[in-house]
């Protein structure tokens, strides 16, 4: 065993500037008998000199025979994730990812020169300052995106977000590249793409939504804490329905800081509050790339939130529409649909936001 030595002098006196210390560091291997640590873990500079061992009947320590330092690591395996889209939606994507040190490599795909490369490099070279380990690279060609847990579709840098006949054509592609990946619609123009990737596409609902409504639902909790002179940690909501013209907050299941809302808000408040709501959308770049961070650290076990989600119906051809819905993730996807239970007038509303 390694022992610990102090570096003091024992005269008091440090050594001069030109003067090379007078005793180096002595190391010392206590006897397999002696199970008395102090013998070395105490050692000190001298000249030569050492401790006398303990006895070997000695056992007020432990045994120095071996001695294992084991550390126990609970935390989740670390993946890879792909960003396809180097717009100004997944750069900042990148960029949370990669501060939050929750996964294990970070490929910017973007097929518009070398923006993917020079962004994923500007990342990287703040690794030292944000003190990440998070590899980021850029690539132009799509076929990078294999081997990847989590694939986030985003905005291009010449040309926005991925969404119409181009989105369904990018997930054709994706389907022959990473059919077993999850795929995730970070973008706010995306509801329609996650409606006709699982009923035209036959994408699994579970593995293809979409996490823009967790940036309203964060824009949402934000008034509530200005209106009631509070902390936005403190309350607690979700969206349901169809940004922007059917959104469904469910003022009954709302909490803050343990209260329910309709003891903190009355209701002047909350009509006030959800006149608001419509106006949010959509939630800029850095809010929607926050939105698909959390989706991606449930997703990889490093969080247990339920965030409000893009879902489809999970047989692909029910009579109701994608919508928002709250729901916990992980790493097969959407786990579970947890809809609150709602009283008469927002039942009401989420159905006709939802019903085809």
Same mark, same amino acid.
């Given at each position: 065993?390694?022992?610990?030595?102090?570096?003091?002098?024992?005269?008091?006196?440090?050594?001069?500037?030109?003067?090379?210390?007078?005793?180096?560091?002595?190391?010392?291997?206590?006897?397999?008998?002696?199970?008395?640590?102090?013998?070395?873990?105490?050692?000190?500079?001298?000249?030569?000199?050492?401790?006398?061992?303990?006895?070997?009947?000695?056992?007020?320590?432990?045994?120095?025979?071996?001695?294992?330092?084991?550390?126990?690591?609970?935390?989740?395996?670390?993946?890879?994730?792909?960003?396809?889209?180097?717009?100004?939606?997944?750069?900042?994507?990148?960029?949370?990812?990669?501060?939050?040190?929750?996964?294990?490599?970070?490929?910017?795909?973007?097929?518009?020169?070398?923006?993917?490369?020079?962004?994923?490099?500007?990342?990287?070279?703040?690794?030292?300052?944000?003190?990440?380990?998070?590899?980021?690279?850029?690539?132009?060609?799509?076929?990078?995106?294999?081997?990847?847990?989590?694939?986030?579709?985003?905005?291009?840098?010449?040309?926005?977000?991925?969404?119409?006949?181009?989105?369904?054509?990018?997930?054709?592609?994706?389907?022959?590249?990473?059919?077993?990946?999850?795929?995730?619609?970070?973008?706010?123009?995306?509801?329609?793409?996650?409606?006709?990737?699982?009923?035209?596409?036959?994408?699994?609902?579970?593995? =293809?939504?979409?996490?823009?409504?967790? #940036? +309203? %639902?964060? *824009?949402?909790? &934000?008034? !509530? $804490?200005?209106?009631?002179?509070? @902390?936005?940690?403190?309350?607690?909501?979700?969206?349901?329905?169809?940004?922007?013209?059917?959104?469904?907050?469910?003022?009954?299941?709302?909490?803050?800081?343990?209260?329910?809302?309709?003891?903190?808000?009355?209701?002047?408040?909350?009509?006030?509050?959800?006149?608001?709501?419509?106006? =949010?959308?959509?939630?800029?770049?850095? #809010? +929607? %790339?926050? *939105?698909?961070? &959390?989706? !991606? $650290?449930?997703?990889?076990?490093? @969080?247990?939130?339920?965030?409000?989600?893009?879902?489809?119906?999970?047989?692909?051809?029910?009579?109701?529409?994608?919508?928002?819905?709250?729901?916990?993730?992980?790493?097969?996807?959407?786990?579970?649909?947890?809809?609150?239970?709602?009283?008469?007038?927002?039942?009401?509303?989420?159905?006709?936001?939802?019903?085809?």
């Amino acid at each position: 065993m390694l022992a610990h030595i102090g570096a003091e002098r024992f005269d008091g006196r440090g050594p001069g500037p030109f003067e090379m210390p007078t005793r180096v560091g002595q190391m010392d291997v206590a006897p397999a008998g002696d199970r008395d640590v102090h013998t070395v873990c105490h050692e000190r500079m001298r000249d030569g000199e050492t401790d006398s061992p303990g006895s070997t009947c000695d056992d007020r320590n432990l045994t120095t025979q071996l001695i294992v330092h084991s550390c126990q690591y609970n935390s989740p395996r670390m993946h890879d994730v792909a960003i396809l889209g180097a717009g100004e939606l997944g750069g900042a994507l990148a960029h949370v990812l990669a501060r939050r040190d929750i996964v294990r490599r970070i490929r910017l795909i973007d097929s518009a020169g070398q923006i993917a490369v020079g962004k994923a490099l500007d990342i990287m070279q703040s690794s030292p300052i944000d003190a990440f380990s998070t590899v980021v690279s850029g690539s132009i060609d799509l076929v990078t995106v294999g081997g990847s847990t989590v694939v986030v579709i985003a905005d291009r840098a010449a040309g926005g977000e991925w969404d119409g006949d181009e989105g369904v054509l990018l997930l054709k592609q994706l389907s022959g590249i990473a059919r077993h990946s999850i795929i995730l619609c970070a973008g706010a123009r995306q509801r329609d793409l996650v409606d006709r990737g699982v009923r035209e596409l036959k994408w699994s609902s579970e593995r =293809l939504f979409g996490s823009a409504p967790e #940036a +309203l %639902a964060s *824009a949402v909790r &934000a008034l !509530v $804490a200005i209106d009631i002179n509070g @902390s936005a940690k403190d309350v607690g909501l979700t969206v349901l329905g169809v940004p922007p013209a059917h959104t469904v907050v469910p003022w009954e299941d709302m909490t803050v800081a343990g209260f329910a809302a309709t003891r903190v808000l009355d209701e002047p408040a909350r009509r006030r509050i959800a006149a608001k709501v419509a106006p =949010l959308w959509p939630p800029g770049a850095y #809010a +929607l %790339a926050a *939105a698909a961070a &959390a989706a !991606v $650290a449930a997703i990889a076990g490093y @969080s247990r939130r339920t965030l409000s989600c893009f879902v489809a119906p999970a047989d692909g051809a029910g009579k109701r529409k994608t919508a928002a819905l709250p729901v916990r993730l992980g790493l097969n996807g959407v786990m579970a649909v947890d809809v609150p239970a709602l009283d008469g007038s927002a039942a009401t509303a989420l159905s006709n936001a939802i019903d085809l």
